[in-house]
């Protein structure tokens, strides 16, 4: 019995290997997109075109916010390109929008207990939740970390892109899952990783081949990194399979006020504070189980 899911997201690279990977082995209902890595407008077609060329046709695609709830748009263009998925050559996408907004949507799927995966700002999560959408059985999401950021010296992008939502979340008393950088910087595209995609041979693999050169090109240019951290699909196959992340209750906080903190996760970790924990925190990752799901989809 697979799981029942929508996914909220910002594709951005990361966030179309987990379309994909989510379609293959959840039962996926809904993705909603989300202003971030690029605009809307952007990050819709992004998942139409995804949609398009991995055969996802019979999932509603629908476009919610526009922006954050509290603060200007941040965007990550330096890293997924103008587009928001720079790098192969797209073909029209064939796969439509929904007419529905990303709340209507929502509404109609969580008719039923439903899990929500996001890898995007959480401005639309935040939205379903003051709108008194129910059965949201729980949300396991890609943001935050315990340590460092990457977007700020402290914050990490989908938390800084929308601190305000991310405190609604994760006061929301629901249970969650938070996949920070702590997981997701072990989930690496190495050459070795690239290789058995590219041997796969099918056209998709090739996009995703595309995808994940272009998304190194940049991550190497802006971070310096050898190869790039996979994000999002971390969070969908810790959904697939619980067990592939150690994770631990630990109470956190989002800072909204910091000159210079603002939207960092607190992570209580030494359990100093005496508030109770709100989230399961992923700390660990089994790498190699992570890779044959994610490349065990480009095959399927
Ligand atoms: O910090 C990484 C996150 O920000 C990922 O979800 C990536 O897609 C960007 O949205
Ligand atoms: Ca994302």
Known sequence: MTTRVILDCDPGHDDALAILLAARRLDLRAITTVAGNQTLARTTLNARRMCTVA?????????GAD???AQDPLHAGEIHGESGLDGPDFPPP???ADPRTALQLASDVL???TTVIATGPLTNVATFLQNGVGNIDRIVLMGGSTGRGNMAPLAEFNILADPEAADIVFRSGLPITMCGLDVTHRALATPPVLRRIQQIGTPLAGICHDLLTYFADSYRAYFGFESPPLHDPVAVAAVIDPTIISARPLNVEIELTGTHTRGATVVDLDRVT???????VATGLDVDRFWDLMIGAVEQ
């Open 55 to 63: 055969g996802i046709t019979d999932v509603p695609i629908a476009a």
């Open 67 to 69: 922006q954050p709830l």
């Open 94 to 96: 064939t796969v439509d």
């Open 111 to 113: 008719r039923e207990p």
């Open 274 to 280: 005496g508030r109770k924990p709100n989230a399961l």
